[in-house]
């Protein structure tokens, strides 16, 4: 299936994957990292948003949240409200990486921490979703390839485990197409690890 989207992906026109911000090579790239289960569906790591509730990072115009939350459809359906604090600033995740360029002006990277950290203390939750998307417009300026995307993904993760000691997170990132894919951060590693130097 996630092969099936990709070559669609891949088949669209030059001028329209232009549009869409994704390079043939990014299209390579995440093609390679789904083969690697870097990339994962999200079902069987979806986060459960009925017991303590999570913390949901994510940029102000990604709203394909569904697929990363455990019975959120039907609590929905169910006019119960799904036990979710969202912090949404344009780029999302991304965001909160040590060494993100997108918070060097304002410090949105504390910031987020600040509202994890009260998330936590206040509401007791000790889960985090942090949710990224490719091609975002916050990045633009940057031209980030799709992998310089997933290594700020990872380590915003790394950087909210460092400060909040005892928190739990889970990357996910929103893709051309509507897939939301669960972004595995060992996997990621070993993925690196392999590529040697070069990349
Ligand atoms: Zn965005």
Request: proline share 4%; net charge positive; aromatic share 6%.
């Amino acid at each position: 299936m996630a092969a099936l989207l990709l070559q669609e992906i891949a088949t669209r026109k030059a001028t329209e994957d232009a549009m869409q911000g994704l390079t043939e090579t990014d299209l390579k790239s995440g093609q390679n990292l789904i083969d690697s289960m870097v990339l994962d569906k999200p079902d069987v790591h979806a986060l459960d948003v009925d017991a303590q509730g999570v913390v949901l990072v994510t940029c102000g115009i990604c709203q394909r949240i569904g697929p990363i939350f455990k019975n959120y459809t039907q609590t929905s359906l169910l006019n119960l409200n799904p036990h979710i604090i969202t912090i949404a600033l344009n780029g999302g995740a991304l965001l909160l990486a040590n060494d993100s360029p997108l918070s060097r002006g304002l410090r949105e990277d504390r910031v987020i921490i600040e509202h994890i950290r009260q998330a936590s203390r206040g509401n007791g939750m000790k889960t985090a979703a942090l949710l990224a998307h490719a091609p975002c417009a916050a990045t633009e300026p940057y031209r980030f390839s799709l992998l310089k995307v997933i290594d700020l993904l990872v380590k915003a993760k790394a950087r909210l485990k460092w400060e909040l000691v005892g928190m739990k997170a889970a990357c996910f990132l929103g893709m051309p197409g509507g897939n939301t894919y669960f972004v595995s951060q060992k996997k990621w590693d070993a993925w690196v690890a392999s590529q040697g130097p070069a990349l």
